[in-house]
Each structure stands twice: as C-alpha cells, then as structure tokens.
C-alpha cells in the first residue's frame, strides 16, 4: 500500500477488542467516578474519544452495554454454580456468593437503579430463571417452603441483593452472608 491510499478500516477483532477495552476501563472508572465523562472514559481504556462515540453514541448507551455485560457475567457465573450439583441450599448459597461478588464489582451500576428499566428486568429474570427449578428441588427435597412460589423466592433473591448491595457501606461489606442469612431464615423450613 503506498502512502497515497487511505488507510484500511480496523480489522473485527480490533473493534470488538476496543469495545471490550472501553467496557472495562468504564466499568472501572465509573466505580471510583460515577460522574466519570466519556473523556475520562477514553483516557481509561487509552483510547479516543472520537473511538468511545464510534462504538457508544452517548453515556447512557454505554451504561447499557455495562448493564448488558453484566448480565452475561451473572448467566456465566450461574453456570459455573454447578446448579445441579448438591442440596438446593448448597445451591443458593453458591449462587448468592457468586451473584454477590458480581453485583459489588457494579455497585455504582445497581446504585443507579437499572431495576426500573423494563429491558433490563426481563433479561434480568431470564437469567435467573434456572434458579427457579433449583427452588422447586428445595421444595420437594423438603429443605425450602413449598407454600412459597418459586418464582417469588428467587425475587426475593435478587431483591435482597439488590438491597444489600445499595446498604453496604463499603464494597469489601459481607453482601453475601446477609443475603443468605435472610433469604434462608425467611425461606427455609425450621
């Protein structure tokens, strides 16, 4: 290619690299900034800000891709529970640390209140909706309230974390055993 030619557009994996690395340095910056500019964004991940709007056209789009991404960790961090694997209270008490530690490296994101965005609580339940059948086993093993309906057991889940996340005065808080100790003294038979 001689100087003269325009040069050529960003291979794929270059651009799903640098919105990767613009989640990341977001996701990081927005936790120590939750006032953090698209500016400060770039400067993060080390990139332009002409790169940032290329693949985010504004705050809330990118914020929504965090949501997003976050979402998928939680579906991943889910399957590595290995929810058919022990008692259902063995379960949910992996489930609700793997869940914990996921929703404290977002904390600034669940202090926003995503939960009043539709979209997001949809998908939200649809990764979580495994954990519904996991409920059902608890029930039926005797170990969880069967007068209960498992789909408002695992709400009560994700509310309690939701809540606990919002509470913790600091992010090292034990988020997880107060999410277990209450669901399962609410939930589980004497």
């Known amino acids: 290619m001689d100087a003269s030619s325009p040069a050529s557009p960003p291979r794929r994996s270059d651009v799903t690299r640098h919105r990767e690395m613009l989640i990341a340095a977001a996701t990081e910056e927005f936790s120590r900034n939750p006032e953090a500019s698209m500016g400060d964004i770039a400067r993060a991940a080390e990139l332009t800000r002409a790169t940032v709007y290329r693949h985010f056209a504004n705050r809330e789009v990118l914020e929504s891709a965090i949501r997003s991404e976050a979402l998928d960790r939680a579906a991943e961090a889910l399957a590595d529970c290995r929810l058919d ?66 789909e408002w057991i695992v709400t009560a889940m994700a509310s309690l974390l939701v809540a606990a996340v919002r509470a913790s005065p600091s992010p090292d808080a034990q988020v997880a055993e107060l999410v277990h100790r209450t669901l399962m003294f609410g939930v589980a038979k004497p």
């Open 85 to 150: 694997h022990g008692t259902a209270l063995e379960v949910l008490r992996r489930v609700i640390r793997a869940l914990s530690a996921q929703a404290m490296s977002l904390r600034f994101m669940v202090l926003q209140a995503p939960d009043s965005d539709p979209e997001f609580r949809a998908r939200r339940a649809h990764v979580l909706s495994p954990l519904v059948e996991v409920v059902r086993r608890g029930q039926r093993e005797g170990l969880l309230d069967e007068g209960l309906s498992p």
